[in-house]
């Protein structure tokens, strides 16, 4: 599977209200991915996760991009807001909420992967700093 | 490597300034991953990248949230707006800017990994539907 694929999940405002389940759109149902999945998400003030959940094998981050909440992580509870990125490694329980008085719906993405290391992986880039941009004169 | 870390990238408005490289944030150098590399970027308006790059392993998927830009995908052009995402595969050059005329910087995640495929990783979940949120009465 090389080539690309392009998918759109509407803008930052329209989260809440998108996806079958609506709130919550994975990338890599829209589009086929390898090693990637991705989430994108919104909570209402004053909502919050159905249920609590932990992985064997896969790491997930979470990246919040608008409102305020808070993640509960096993025992403890980190307050969130734009900007914050929470890594959770295997066996960690984890939930989320937006506070009742967040300013807007809180919009999170979540980013799954279970694969081999990123050092396993190791340097595989390759750069062209000579091909013009397409768009160039 | 269990348990959670946390980061903080700052609000979207101010990715443009972040990072020692301005515009770019490694979310996976800020705290350590096992499996995702993560990137926070901004692009102002008429700025591309500085070089067309493509990976051997790495599988990328790109999310745009902020501004109009456009993608080069070896020798095609996709448009990106708030909530495109484009999944590149391995061996495919890219390179992006944001169009002159966009209203706001381009804000974009890069989201990466290489290793074994989510298919094979399988349903690992693990679900409390009982356990009740930390912040309830």
Redesign the interface.
């Known amino acids: ?12 405002d ?1 989260w809440l209200q998108a996806g079958d389940r609506p709130g919550k759109q994975f ?2 149902k ?9 989430s ?1 998400n919104a909570t209402a003030p004053g909502d ?14 979470y ?1 919040f ?1 608008g409102g305020v909440g ?1 993640m ?2 096993d ?1 403890e ?2 307050d969130v ?15 989320l ?1 937006a506070l009742p008085d967040s300013p807007e719906d809180l919009r999170w ?1 979540c ?8 050092e ?2 190791g340097h ?6 000579e ?1 013009p ?3 160039a004169e």
């Open positions: 599977m090389t080539s690309y694929d392009v998918a759109q999940l509407g803008g930052l329209t990338v890599d829209l589009i086929p991915t390898q090693y990637i999945g991705v994108a919050q996760s159905p249920f609590w959940h932990s992985h064997d094998r896969i790491e997930e981050v990246v991009l808070q509960g992580l025992d509870v980190v807001q734009p900007g914050t990125v929470v890594r959770v490694g295997q066996g960690v329980m984890r939930i909420r993405m980013i799954r992967a279970g694969g081999d290391t990123l396993n992986v595989d880039g390759a750069l062209d700093r091909r941009a397409p768009w």
